[in-house]
């Protein structure tokens, strides 16, 4: 390739790494090492990383498939890292700031890359999470030095690698690039290729090796490969000849080298720094003498080779998703009647954790015996025999039912509330539920709704006929962009409900019952409450009409922290019976009720931060006598 279309080249896949930056906020969508690591925990846990796509790991495997066909081309035009590298290397030769390692020095120094790629995919696939985030100089940068970095070890990598450029070729490239490491590997295949032969052969005779010896053994072939920079034929099938008839030994095309490779002593260029950059070819001034495979028809091979791998990477990353999580169990094998469901727009399936937990409670449902999640489009497949479960009813074991107070009655609401009943497209999971919680608290007149399954899913929204309609409460509904604040902070959320026709209109219910429904109790247990039999423990019971309030759960944390300084009480709860009330358990052996009172009608509330300091706040309870003292039962 010409060397300022290449330049041109790099400058544009920059851009197009922060415009995807800026507009999808996802820095790893499209990045190799992403889809190695991917690719490796899938191989060997059956799971991906959560922030894992398709697209990542198509275009590992387009990576790697150049590194075995052509050479490092990722490395030489499309890393982000390498081309702002090689602009800075630039800078110092400019200033005549760089040298060379001696040659010692430059083999101990290659052999951490392969230390760091050795530490990531271990990490990475044991644990499932990217752990190169930690470190890596692209991510740190990408992300502002945001969530998953280590500040101090992303400061440094990001300095390190731009200062060590000025002053040595492609310092990162080199010597930290754990990504240049495992391409390394398909460039000397040979050596991964015997490590492999090895794995396989020594687990077939009974080894029993984890994959880990596998990518230890990988890490150590390519540092021998790359330092003894041995040999690979046929593989890469092409590259970068010098016809010594021709050559005059001026050395232009060396100093052009992005990677400082002496390309004129070599007939062959096998050194594995190699990217297949071009720049030695378009650098030389005579005709013919530096080409690929001797002839310079082939020039611009490597460009269309790669242009070839990435569109073929989108376009199967397009058809094809890998899953985040496979899981199969019971009887999956010996289902009388297999059958599958696809269920979308899962929102709550957001990563491995979440997908795992829907693993967890499908596992203990009668019918039901495998599942495949895809995160990135929020998407399952279950697997159930259709003698023992139908399909609605795997719908239903999907779907939780949800009751939520939407704001609370003053006494100015009326005594009887109108309920409005029906069926809304797109409301599903609990992060549906959570949206059209903020979309109907945009209405001062709605208190509460109840969700049922069905399909669509029916809701019962509980709401003031006198100061709100139901055109009105549709369009709260089918409100499609929300603006809502959190810790001062502007959200947006996109919704898409509809409400299927008209809806019904059921009876009216009053406050009470209304309160009833809504209730939300509050139960926490404390100072070795399971070492006490029943028998043992009283309870003090006194109204408490805050207890309805869900907004108060937070705050009853510092009233129990104050209750459970004294030593016989060990259990908080709330309860409506004929009115809210506060029951709290206590031990007659070593306290009473007088003692309790005191703690509750106090005009400060004692609470401990820690185990041994304590900080005090006013008391903003109110209780509602008479006190009763109950048994357990
Ligand atoms: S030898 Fe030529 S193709 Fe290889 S990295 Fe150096 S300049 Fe680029
Ligand atoms: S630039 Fe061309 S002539 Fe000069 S050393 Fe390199 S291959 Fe030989």
């Keep these: 390739m010409n060397r300022r279309l290449r330049q041109a080249f790099q400058l544009i896949i920059l851009l197009l790494v922060i415009w995807t930056i800026w507009t999808a906020g996802d820095v790893e969508k499209y990045c190799p090492m992403g889809g190695i690591l991917g690719l490796g925990t899938k191989l060997h846990q059956g799971s991906l990383p959560c922030s894992m796509s398709s697209a990542a790991i198509f275009m590992a495997?387009?990576?790697?498939?150049?590194?075995?066909?052509?050479?490092?081309?990722?490395?030489?035009?499309?890393?982000?890292?390498?081309?702002?590298?090689?602009?800075?290397g630039k800078v110092g030769a400019r200033f005549n700031l760089q040298f060379r390692l001696s040659k010692l020095w430059d083999r101990i120094l290659r052999s951490l890359k392969y230390i760091l790629l050795f530490l990531v995919v271990h990490q990475t696939i044991t644990a499932s999470e990217l752990f190169c985030r930690k470190?890596?100089?692209?991510?740190?940068?990408?992300?502002?030095?945001?969530?998953?970095?280590?500040?101090?070890?992303?400061?440094?990598?990001?300095?390190?690698?731009?200062?060590?450029?000025?002053?040595?070729?492609?310092?990162?490239?080199?010597?930290?690039?754990?990504?240049?490491?495992?391409?390394?590997?398909?460039?000397?295949?040979?050596?991964?290729?015997?490590?492999?032969?090895?794995?396989?052969?020594?687990?077939?005779?009974?080894?029993?090796?984890?994959?880990?010896?596998?990518?230890?053994?990988?890490?150590?072939?390519?540092?021998?490969?790359?330092?003894?920079?041995?040999?690979?034929?046929?593989?890469?099938?092409?590259?970068?000849?010098?016809?010594?008839?021709?050559?005059?030994?001026?050395?232009?095309?060396?100093?052009?080298?992005?990677?400082?490779?002496?390309?004129?002593?070599?007939?062959?260029?096998?050194?594995?720094?190699?990217?297949?950059?071009?720049?030695?070819?378009?650098?030389?001034?005579?005709?013919?003498?530096?080409?690929?495979?001797?002839?310079?028809?082939?020039?611009?091979?490597?460009?269309?080779?790669?242009?070839a791998l990435i569109s073929l990477g989108f376009l199967l990353a397009d058809r094809y998703e890998f899953s985040t999580l496979e899981k199969r169990w019971g009887k999956f094998e010996q289902m009388s009647s297999p059958a599958a469901y696809e269920q979308t727009n899962l929102k709550t399936v957001k990563c491995w954790g979440s997908?795992?937990?829907?693993?967890?409670?499908?596992?203990?449902?009668?019918?039901?015996?495998?599942?495949?999640?895809?995160?990135?489009?929020?998407?399952?497949?279950?697997?159930?025999?259709?003698?023992?479960?139908?399909?609605?009813?795997?719908?239903?074991?999907?779907?939780?039912?949800?009751?939520?107070?939407?704001?609370?009655?003053?006494?100015?609401?009326?005594?009887?509330?109108?309920?409005?009943?029906?069926?809304?497209?797109?409301?599903?999971?609990?992060?549906?539920?959570?949206?059209?919680?903020?979309?109907?608290?945009?209405?001062?007149?709605?208190?509460?709704?109840?969700?049922?399954?069905?399909?669509?899913?029916?809701?019962?929204?509980?709401?003031?006929?006198?100061?709100?309609?139901?055109?009105?409460?549709?369009?709260?509904?089918?409100?499609?962009?929300?603006?809502?604040?959190?810790?001062?902070?502007l959200?947006?959320?996109?919704?898409?409900?509809?409400?299927?026709?008209?809806?019904?209109?059921?009876?009216?219910?009053?406050?009470?019952?209304?309160?009833?429904?809504?209730?939300?109790?509050?139960?926490?247990t404390f100072n070795d409450y399971d070492e006490f039999a029943a028998s043992q423990l009283r309870i003090y019971e006194i109204g408490m009409p805050d207890a309805v309030d869900p907004a108060m759960a937070d705050d009853l944390l510092y009233l129990v922290s104050g209750l459970s300084a004294e030593d016989g009480v060990v259990r908080f709860q709330t309860v409506l019976t004929d009115r809210p009330v506060a029951r709290i358990y206590f031990a007659p052996t070593k306290t009473d009720s007088a003692k309790i009172s005191q703690i509750l009608f106090a005009s400060t509330i004692s609470y401990f931060i820690d185990e041994n300091t304590t900080a005090t706040i006013d008391n903003f309870f109110s209780f509602e006598k008479p006190i009763r003292i109950l048994e357990v039962r």
């Excluded at 495997?61 to 800075?88: D, N, Q, Y």
């Excluded at 959200?491 to 406050?511: K, R």
Aim: net charge negative; aromatic share 14%; glycine share 8%.
């Design 61 to 88: 495997i387009a990576l790697l498939f150049g590194a075995l066909a052509i050479g490092k081309l990722f490395c030489g035009h499309i890393c982000p890292v390498g081309s702002i590298t090689e602009w800075f």
């Design 135 to 307: 470190f890596d100089p692209y991510f740190g940068a990408a992300t502002g030095f945001g969530h998953d970095t280590v500040l101090l070890w992303s400061i440094l990598a990001v300095v390190g690698t731009l200062v060590g450029a000025i002053f040595i070729k492609q310092f990162w490239c080199r010597y930290f690039c754990f990504l240049g490491a495992a391409s390394n590997m398909f460039v000397n295949i040979w050596g991964a290729v015997l490590v492999f032969g090895l794995y396989f052969v020594m687990n077939l005779l009974g080894a029993q090796l984890s994959i880990l010896w596998l990518v230890a053994g990988l890490a150590f072939s390519g540092y021998l490969m790359e330092v003894g920079l041995f040999r690979s034929i046929p593989f890469p099938a092409f590259k970068i000849t010098v016809d010594q008839n021709q050559c005059t030994q001026c050395g232009i095309c060396s100093q052009s080298c992005p990677y400082d490779i002496s390309v004129q002593e070599f007939e062959k260029v096998t050194h594995p720094d190699c990217v297949m950059c071009t720049e030695c070819i378009s650098s030389c001034s005579e005709e013919k003498a530096v080409s690929i495979n001797g002839s310079m028809k082939l020039k611009y091979l490597p460009a269309i080779l790669l242009v």
């Design 355 to 489: 997908a795992n937990s829907l693993y967890n409670f499908l596992k203990e449902r009668s019918g039901i015996y495998g599942l495949d999640a895809f995160a990135p489009s929020h998407r399952v497949i279950i697997y159930y025999d259709s003698t023992e479960i139908s399909e609605e009813g795997v719908k239903k074991a999907l779907f939780s039912p949800a009751v939520f107070r939407v704001r609370n009655i003053s006494d100015t609401d009326p005594l009887r509330l109108a309920v409005w009943e029906v069926g809304i497209d797109n409301l599903f999971d609990s992060i549906d539920h959570n949206n059209l919680y903020l979309a109907l608290s945009q209405n001062r007149f709605i208190y509460g709704v109840e969700t049922y399954f069905g399909e669509p899913v029916t809701a019962r929204i509980y709401f003031n006929s006198d100061s709100t309609s139901i055109a009105e409460i549709r369009r709260e509904i089918e409100t499609r962009r929300l603006e809502y604040e959190i810790n001062g902070q």
């Design 491 to 524: 959200q947006v959320a996109e919704l898409n409900f509809s409400c299927e026709g008209s809806g019904n209109m059921l009876t009216p219910i009053s406050v009470a019952e209304f309160n009833r429904l809504m209730f939300e109790g509050f139960d926490l």
